[in-house]
């Protein structure tokens, strides 16, 4: 205001009204400050997680999904045999069962080289040392993040609208037979609401897709939940690795809500890890 009133006596006219200036709040700060863009991830870094996704998707995913449904068998099996309530499971023997199972049921050939050798640990952590003992829960993570990655490249998709993906987000055009997922994005209007759109994608990441959809619904089966894939998030809470560690017993209806993007960043930072993505500086992108 000052610089305003004084502008008579000043050589470069200071011609800005305050009223102007502060009329939003902001705007002198806004004017004044340069804009933070998100920097870009450098090519080689990319490509790398691509490729590291597809190979992933390819070579593991149908094998998880066989081996989760060949651990819950085994699951209800060793229960039925034990003749055991499902209350006394939770309550004694749930962690026994699971890590029985997990010595009785079969590693398919495809996933040796993951080198899975418990369900879970007693505190999942991250180190380089994953690649001589990762755990179920382990695996599911990297799955995850092998899809969130392909799913974000192909789509272009925000963290939102991938979140809130449902299971039955892949679908095949009727009109020219193509592939496409379906997202939810903002209105352009100034409604709160979001809308369907429909973007396409390769056949084959819709196939990788339908691949996924389906682990995803052997983790419900596992824990007693049956809903309709339309009602269900791809990417849900049933993914989180304290709730793969979780015994089948447990009830509630947290898988209602879309993974949280803590377990998702902590996911893609273990692949990243896992896929020995090119360093810059000595760090991960």
Request: proline share 5%; hydrophobic share 40%.
């Amino acid at each position: 205001e000052a610089l305003h009133t004084a502008r008579p006596a000043q050589r470069y006219k200071f011609s800005h009204s305050p009223m102007a200036l502060f009329s939003s709040g902001r705007t002198i700060f806004e004017n004044m400050l340069e804009s933070e863009k998100t920097p870009l991830m450098p090519v080689s870094v990319a490509m790398h997680a691509l490729s590291s996704a597809l190979q992933f998707a390819r070579v593991y995913g149908p094998a998880l999904v066989d081996f989760i449904s060949d651990l819950h068998k085994t699951e209800l099996d060793q229960a039925k045999a034990l003749s055991m309530a499902d209350s006394t499971m939770q309550a004694t023997y749930a962690k026994k069962n699971q890590e029985l199972a997990f010595r009785n049921t079969p590693i398919p050939a495809a996933l040796k080289p993951l080198n899975i050798t418990s369900w879970s640990f007693e505190k999942e952590t991250y180190p380089l040392v994953w690649k001589n003992n990762l755990s179920v829960s382990n695996a599911v993570s990297l799955y995850t993040a092998a899809i969130w990655i392909l799913l974000a490249s192909f789509s272009a998709g925000r963290a939102t609208s991938l979140r809130s993906l449902k299971r039955d987000c892949f679908r095949q055009s009727p009109i020219d037979n193509l592939y496409d997922i379906v997202q939810r994005v903002p209105k352009t209007s100034e409604r709160f609401d979001l809308e369907e759109i429909h973007r396409p994608i390769p056949d084959l990441i819709h196939d990788y897709g339908l691949e996924f959809a389906a682990f995803v619904c052997e983790l419900e089966a596992r824990r007693g939940f049956i809903a309709d894939d339309s009602e269900s998030y791809l990417f849900g809470r049933i993914l989180a690795e304290h709730a793969v560690r979780a015994n089948r017993y447990l009830k509630g209806d947290f898988y209602k809500v879309p993974l949280g993007l803590d377990s998702i960043t902590n996911a893609i930072d273990l692949f990243q890890d896992w896929s020995e993505s090119p360093l810059i500086d000595a760090k991960r992108w």
